[in-house]
């Protein structure tokens, strides 16, 4: 509850991440294979309101928060998550939030090639999460970055990187091994919404994500809550 944060980025750590998964699918062969997604790989590819939204709710205390996600395309022209696994993702967040009356809305997936804005596929900079996040970020959503991987040792040991609310440009910047894991980009949505991290490997915002990793309390969800209508106003819905 204490005064926002300025300029500071949150990491998660990868110790654990791999044991234990559900619903995160890190095998591009596997990406490749869905059904019905054979063109989502098109550079530059733009998708307005792509998903039917399940939680939509007509209590006037509900919270509903538009986001966009950006996916990066390898060489071989694959997002590194589809649509439909972006569908996925966003339900399983969905899932955690609804404790919280609250959920996330995709109204932007969009495919691009990273090149064509002077951004590497692989991220091997911490600079590089500030680029990435000024060519992307829009006042009109929460922005969720899935990039390639990220194998340099100057990135350290996190998959993930967010910025707190007061901090511009912003955004949750996931590499690849863990794009699809709605633990983690939970979690990191959970940052945006100015929370950090505490010591309970069953909460959320533990700093290393267990498949288990999904509990919010209800302090955390006011903190969210209050965050969204202060500061990501132009995310908030109607409904
Ligand atoms: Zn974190």
């Not at 910025?163 to 939970?186: C, H, I, K, Q, R």
Request: aromatic share 8%.
């Amino acid at each position: 509850m204490s005064g926002l944060k300025l300029s500071v980025l949150m990491g998660v750590l990868s110790l654990g991440v791999f044991t234990g998964l559900t619903g995160c699918d890190s095998s591009s062969s596997t990406r490749r294979g869905l059904p019905g997604v054979a063109t989502d790989g098109v550079s530059g590819e733009k998708v307005e309101l792509p998903f039917e939204d399940l939680y939509a709710s007509p209590d006037p205390e509900h919270l509903t928060l538009a986001i966009k996600y950006v996916e990066y395309v390898d060489a071989a022209g694959n997002p590194v998550l589809t649509l439909d696994e972006a569908k996925r993702l966003t339900e399983a967040m969905n899932r955690l939030y609804s404790v919280c009356n609250m959920h996330f809305r995709a109204e932007v997936y969009e495919t691009v090639q990273p090149g064509n804005f002077g951004l590497d596929y692989n991220t091997s900079q911490r600079s590089d999460l500030t680029s990435i996040r000024a060519q992307f970020d829009s006042p009109d959503h929460l922005l969720v970055v899935h990039t390639g991987s990220w194998s340099s040792a100057q990135m350290g040991s996190a998959n993930a990187w967010t910025t707190l609310p007061g901090s511009t440009p912003s955004g949750a910047v996931v590499e690849a091994d863990v794009a699809g894991m709605g633990n983690l980009v939970a979690h990191e949505l959970g940052h945006y919404l100015n929370l950090l991290h505490v010591s309970s490997s069953t909460n959320m915002m533990n700093p290393v994500i267990y498949s288990n990793s999904t509990y919010i309390s209800p302090s955390q969800c006011s903190e969210m809550r209050a965050t969204a209508r202060a500061y990501r106003s132009g995310a908030l819905r109607a409904s």
